[in-house]
């Protein structure tokens, strides 16, 4: 028995525990996973197991798409994954430890979380270590999922019956529902930095603490699906869908990112006016060449682009500035410890794994290349021409198109991967264009 298996096994001991809970991330940031025996899953850390290789062959409704990993032609079979002993947490109201885990196999490939890895291991190789935090931007509603289904998904009940943003009167009336996030925070070893209503009819933000490395995206991808589980549990789902209501606000999933070098901070330089290092600005550049070209894995779904339109607290385009929130790139900060970049592109909905990738290999290739970014955006971005380069693919299947077609892409995540995401995001796409909407109903049905 390894070390880490005899301090799994005492731990699990004392717990008085006979299953444990283990979850693999899938492209689109849903956990899929299951119960193991106790003994089992001792016996799987220590020598790793095999999960359905199906996982990375369905979208979010379990509808197959065809791919050159996994699917009839192979039978759909399993593939190695391994335990993150490190995840370890304690599921609230329950005895029963969550771990996740990743694949080592082919699927490494594929897998979000070891693709993240792989990013932090080439900016180790150039002595770059990373900090990170996520914050999400969400709506929660009355409702229950048979009550939502009940009405199709629409005219849900806001769990507020007007908006509040950053509202005091709002956050202590709903006083046990935020306390009761709080805690399920510290609960499952996901601190909140900061938790408030936002603007619109029951929507709220948090922001969770800062952490070193892939552990960001670990604390982000457990507590945005255990915070649902705990919604429901409550009598409240919360939505983190970029756009549930054409009339308001979409949902950010910002990522704030900096980089240390040898122990101190990397995008810190007192003898600059603004304070941005050599460092920083090549990564700001990184970042801004490419992402249009990476957009697809931080704006995945089709709902995502509903949300990247002017006035609405969202980019349009690929641009920078100091504490500017009408840009993608918000550069905050008056310290070496505080001073980040603030990646505004992305959505609520996304994995934030593949943010986490996306969002620091397009810096470092800025590093890599010492590129020059563009000059900050003062003011309003909406209102100014950006170039061709800079605006962001319109819908979900020119984003997949962009990826296909990026070499920095397939040099950072390999051809396998990004081969088999564009796949999943047309595929996402082909879904949509064959439903018939609503709005398509009211607007022909009589008059075309």
């Not at 699990?12 to 693999?24: A, N, P």
């Not at 948090?206 to 670990?218: K, Q, R, T, V």
């Not at 070209?293 to 339109?309: D, G, I, Q």
């Not at 994995?351 to 470092?364: E, R």
């Amino acid at each position: 028995m390894t070390v880490s298996t005899k301090t799994e096994a005492e731990f699990l001991s004392s717990l008085d525990c006979t299953h444990v809970r283990v979850g693999v991330v899938d492209l689109d940031g849903v956990i899929r996973g299951k119960y193991l025996a106790k003994e089992k899953f001792l016996s799987v850390l220590e020598g790793g197991s095999a999960f359905c290789s199906v996982i990375f062959g369905w979208d979010s409704n379990d509808t197959l798409y065809n791919n050159d990993y996994t699917g009839w032609a192979n039978g759909y079979p399993d593939d190695q994954v391994r335990v993150v002993v490190e995840s370890r947490r304690v599921l609230p109201e329950s005895k029963t430890p969550f771990y996740l885990m990743e694949f080592t196999g082919r699927g490494t490939q594929i897998c979000p979380r070891s693709l993240a890895g792989r990013v932090l291991e080439r900016a180790k190789s150039s002595g770059f270590s990373v900090k990170a935090g996520f914050e999400y931007e969400f709506y929660g509603f009355d409702e229950t999922p048979e009550s939502a289904r009940e009405k199709h998904n629409c005219d849900l009940v806001p769990m507020t019956v007007s908006t509040g943003g950053y509202s005091i009167i709002r956050s202590s009336v709903y006083e046990e529902f935020f306390e009761g996030l709080l805690e399920l925070s510290e609960q499952l070893k996901t601190p909140i930095e900061g938790l408030h209503p936002e603007a619109g009819k029951g929507a709220l933000e948090y922001a969770l603490c800062p952490s070193d490395g892939i552990e960001a995206a670990d604390r982000a991808a457990i507590f945005k699906t255990f915070s649902k589980i705990w919604g429901q549990r409550h009598g409240v789902m919360l939505c983190y869908m970029a756009k549930p209501n054409v009339n308001l606000p979409g949902c950010g999933g910002h990522l704030h990112l900096s980089l240390s070098r040898e122990g101190e901070p990397a995008f810190f330089d007192s003898t600059r006016d603004d304070n941005l290092s050599d460092v920083a600005r090549y990564f700001i550049a990184g970042q801004q060449k490419f992402m249009p070209e990476v957009l697809a894995m931080t704006a995945p779904t089709v709902n995502s682009f509903t949300r990247l339109t002017p006035g609405y607290w969202a980019p349009t385009a690929s641009n920078w500035g100091f504490d500017n929130r009408t840009c993608s790139l918000r550069v905050v900060g008056d310290s070496p410890k505080s001073l980040r970049v603030e990646y505004r592109v992305t959505s609520a909905d996304a994995n934030p794994y593949l943010v986490f990738a996306a969002a620091i290999a397009s810096g470092l290739a800025g590093i890599e290349a010492a590129m020059e970014p563009e000059p900050p955006t003062s003011g309003n971005a909406y209102e100014v021409e950006h170039p061709d380069e800079m605006r962001f693919p319109s819908t979900l299947g020119a984003a997949a198109a962009r990826l296909r077609a990026s070499h920095m892409a397939r040099d950072w995540f390999g051809d396998e991967f990004v081969d088999h995401f564009a796949t999943s995001r047309e595929f996402e796409e082909t879904e949509y264009r064959a439903h018939v909407s609503d709005w398509e109903m009211s607007r022909y049905f009589e008059m075309i």
